[in-house]
Structure formats: structure tokens, C-alpha cells
RNA sequence: GGUGGCGUAGACAAGUGGUAAGUCAAGAGUCUGCAAAACUCUCAUGCGGCGGUUCGAUUCCGCCCGCCACCU
């Protein structure tokens, strides 16, 4: 079930900096395939508004982990850690070939890359109905009761994080013996970082968005719709769908739309940055040749 | 020209004779379970300007400036 101590390429950055186009790139050159990291992209039917990358694009790359859940069902980090690491396996053992995850969603990287210690435990619709009308308080103290160790951790003020970890300690038993000490790393990993200064992305983050408008990203977002996708799950997908949502429910105008959309999408950017920031293993590149540089060095030991 | 109303942070906006709510934006963060999510923190010595009344005015008065509405 382990792999041990097998390389892997991982590129990460905010969102419009070109992640996708040099991890082809890379992967052309180095011989390897693409695992996406990205928690929207595993979506069927999440193209436009993902900016999920085109069979063209891909130029014969192989990619991984795109498509392989229905929109309408939530997807979670576990099955995304097992999946990719078996998708992993797969590029290694029977491809023989350099695993290169790719993606925006740190928290996902994270899980697979440093080995999260995660049991699968689907949501309980009920439970979290019941357990959203209570206080952060009493959240916090149902918690402190079932899992202390949990606890301990936690951000007591948020609702969210305090339900789930609930419904965790709930569905694991009394006291559920998470592993919460990092374990060790199964893969060797190689970090590569891609950015832009803030007026660069922020101009980047804006084209794009236009592009994404002229490529019939709403026309995508009925289709949806049509499909049986609620406005409710639209909306809780975030970002372009959200707000999609909410514009053909009438309650934004097109040009309303467009500007919360960007505006929570420059958002979003600072979340990833800040969250990437703080891993200090991460090489931030201006550059692909100094990606190139980078990848050499790690393959050739 | 007249009459009335309004003028509070980048935007919207509440408010009081006793020392400026809130929302959004902006910035900084958190992170082992919805992560494109959720959450936390910061952000007006100053309420259009100048005077006056007052122990004290953003709040009352006067003048000026600007905007809006209506009238001539």
C-alpha cells in the first residue's frame, strides 16, 4: 500500500499563474504524467469555470484525477488522497514514468504529500442539521466530550470545522485514535512554485475571466442545470459557479456578477498564496528553465 | 434666483450635546476532514469648510462650498 521514498514532481501556486502549461511542459520533457490537484477539477461538467485543461492542451500528457466524481455528490480530501495515491502507484510501478501532481489546492497537496492521517467518513446530512442550529460554544463543548484530543486543535469558532470534526468522532466511535503527528513521508517530493506580483495576477485573474465569459462559461452553468445540478450545490462549489448561480436566479445582473466573481476570485488567490507561503519547500520560479534546472538536479540523483 | 433635503473611512450606511454601529472592499492570517470552503485579526483623533454657542459639537446656530429635488 506504501510507496517509499519515490519522487515526485509538485507544482503549486495561486490560480491564473500557468500551473497546467508547465506541468505539461515538465512532463514532456521528464517522461511523466499528470496528477491534478484541484478540488473543483474533479468534477464531470466543471470544464469552463474550472478552467479544467482541454484534451488539446494536454498534448498526449496523461492526466490524472480529473472528471472522476459527479457534481452533485460532495467529494472529499480522503477520497482524493486515496485515489491519487493510486493513481501514483500506477505512474510509477506500471508506467514506469515521473508522477507530477499539479494544483491549486494546498490543503489536498498537503493531505497526499505529507500523509494525512484521514479514514474515510462520508457526511451526514442529518446530523449536520441537527448539530448547524446549535453555538459555536455548544459545537465546541459536544466536541471537547467526544474527541479532546481533536479538540485541543481546533478553531473553536468555526462552525464549520467544529461540525465536521463531530461527525468524524462520531462515525470513528468514542474516542477516535486519529494519528494527528505528521507521518513520515512516503514520497520524496520536489516543490516548484509559480506566482505573479499582485498587479500582474490581479490583471491576469480579470482577462481571464472574460475569456472564461466568451467561452460560454454561463451557457455551461444552465447546462448544469439542466442536468439536474441545483442552484443550492452550484452555490456551494464557489467561485464561478456561485456566482453563475446567482446570476441566472436573477439576483445579480450579468456585470454584478462578473465583478463579485472577480473580486472573490482575487480573494481566493490570497488564500492559496498565503497558504503556500509558509511551506518553506517550496523553489518559487520566475522562470521554466529554471524549472527545468530544478527538475534535472532532482532526477539525476 | 427661491424653497427643501443631503454632505460620516475606498464604497454603502447607522448614530448621539459627552467623545463615531454595521456591511462590503482592502490588508494580514488560521488550517488533519465540505478547503474555490469555513473562520480569525486589522482598518475614521475624526463626521464637507470656516466661525459661533457650550465645560464639551460630528450632533445646536450662522455663513460658505458641493450634490440632489422641486419651484420661478
Not at 81 to 90: C, P, S, T
Not at 96 to 102: A, D, E, N
Not at 135 to 155: H, M, Q, T, Y
Amino acid at each position: 500500500m506504501k510507496i517509499n521514498g519515490e519522487k515526485i514532481l509538485v507544482i503549486v501556486g495561486p490560480t491564473a499563474t500557468g500551473k497546467s502549461g508547465i506541468a505539461v511542459l515538465l512532463a514532456k520533457k521528464f517522461d511523466g504524467e499528470i496528477i491534478s490537484a484541484d478540488s473543483r477539477q474533479v468534477y464531470r461538467g466543471l470544464d469552463i469555470g474550472t478552467g479544467k485543461i482541454t484534451k488539446k492542451e494536454m498534448e498526449g500528457v496523461p492526466h490524472h484525477l480529473l472528471d472522476i466524481a459527479s457534481p452533485k455528490r460532495k467529494f472529499s480530501v480522503a477520497q482524493y488522497k486515496k485515489l491519487a495515491e493510486k493513481a501514483i502507484r500506477y505512474i510509477v510501478y506500471k508506467k514506469k514514468k515521473l508522477p507530477i501532481v499539479v494544483g491549486g489546492t494546498g490543503f489536498y497537496i498537503q493531505a497526499l504529500v505529507d500523509n494525512l492521517d484521514l479514514p474515510e467518513v462520508p457526511p451526514n446530512l442529518e446530523l449536520r442539521k441537527k448539530l448547524e442550529k446549535k453555538s459555536v460554544v455548544e459545537l465546541f463543548e459536544i466536541l471537547k466530550k467526544l474527541d479532546p484530543n481533536r479538540a485541543k486543535g481546533i478553531d473553536s469558532k468555526n462552525p464549520r470545522r467544529l461540525i465536521r470534526a463531530i461527525e468524524i468522532a462520531k462515525h470513528l466511535g468514542q474516542v477516535p485514535a486519529l494519528n494527528f503527528k505528521p507521518s513520515p513521508t512516503n514520497y520524496k517530493p520536489l516543490f516548484i512554485g509559480l506566482d505573479l506580483p499582485d498587479k500582474e495576477l490581479k490583471k491576469k485573474i480579470r482577462m481571464r475571466l472574460f475569456a472564461r465569459i466568451r467561452n460560454g462559461m454561463i451557457t455551461e452553468a444552465k447546462k448544469l442545470r439542466k442536468q439536474g445540478l441545483s442552484y443550492k450545490r452550484m452555490e456551494e462549489l464557489g467561485l464561478e459557479y456561485k456566482f453563475l448561480a446567482k446570476h441566472l436566479k436573477g439576483e445579480l445582473t450579468k456585470s454584478e456578477m462578473i465583478e463579485k466573481l472577480n473580486t472573490a476570485i482575487w480573494q481566493y488567490a490570497k488564500r492559496q498564496q498565503t497558504w503556500f507561503k509558509r511551506d518553506k519547500r517550496i523553489h518559487w520560479i520566475k522562470t521554466k528553465k529554471e524549472a527545468e534546472k530544478l527538475v534535472r538536479k532532482f532526477l539525476g540523483n
